[in-house]
């Protein structure tokens, strides 16, 4: 199969670029520094601006794509960017005709409690809000559109080392919908390795057309 990742040189699309090659996929990574993409036969690397006019023609022909668009957590200005790049994403994708579309948002728009998002809970970490808050309102967004063939997932609260969990390659993952996931009393967690496992799952079987889900560690 052939399958794009948007932002292949970032933690989790570095991650889901080796995986998809390593299932023998045809890959190709979009990426704005192509020398940091991840090198093997069946990788293509990309020079990539998701807002340039002819990204459009760049994301033709593919089974589907994953997009770990990410402006950089430590930039100023990653809400408005967040929010000016998925919106050039989400355009490209559906005049290209992308069959799916993965997107990796993240963990703060999960419930924690009825009612309550752990964006909103008070440990949130306040120097990350204005980009977990605009991933927020993408997945909102994505919830009333029915004329793009989207997919969301939302890692669980702990992701990898800088989360608190092993960055082990177990294999092995559970999924969830809209609360997240845990362990006893506390926040479930994943390796990247096991989320880029997940992802790739998921674009094989185009497994959550218009759905939001999670997963975490076994």
């Not at 995986?19 to 036969?41: I, Q, Y």
């Not at 845990?182 to 079987?205: E, K, R, Y």
Request: charged share 20%.
């Amino acid at each position: 199969m052939k399958f794009a990742v948007i932002g292949a040189t970032g933690y989790v699309g570095n991650a889901v670029v080796q995986e998809l090659a390593a299932r023998g996929h045809d890959v190709t990574a979009f990426a704005r520094n192509t020398g940091k993409v991840f090198a093997a036969p069946n990788v293509r690397a990309v020079a990539a601006d998701v807002t340039a006019a002819g990204f459009v023609e760049q994301l033709a022909g593919f089974d589907a794509v994953v997009s770990a668009f990410n402006p950089g957590w430590t930039n100023p200005n990653i809400g408005r960017d967040f929010r000016d790049g998925y919106a050039a994403i989400l355009a490209a994708a559906k005049s290209a005709g992308v069959p799916y579309l993965l997107i990796v948002g993240g963990a703060g728009s999960l419930y924690i409690a009825p009612g309550v998002q752990v964006i909103d809970t008070p440990d949130f970490p306040k120097e990350i809000y204005d980009g977990a808050n605009a991933a927020r309102d993408l997945l909102t967004e994505l919830r009333g559109r029915n004329d793009l063939n989207w997919a969301f997932i939302s890692p669980p609260i702990c992701l990898g080392a800088d989360g608190g969990h092993s960055e082990d390659r177990t294999g092995k993952y559970r999924l969830g919908q809209d609360d997240a996931l845990m362990d006893g009393d506390a926040p479930a967690g994943i390796s990247v390795a096991d989320l880029a496992i997940a992802i790739a799952d998921d674009v094989a079987q185009k497994a959550h057309l218009h759905q939001r889900f999670t997963v975490a560690s076994v």
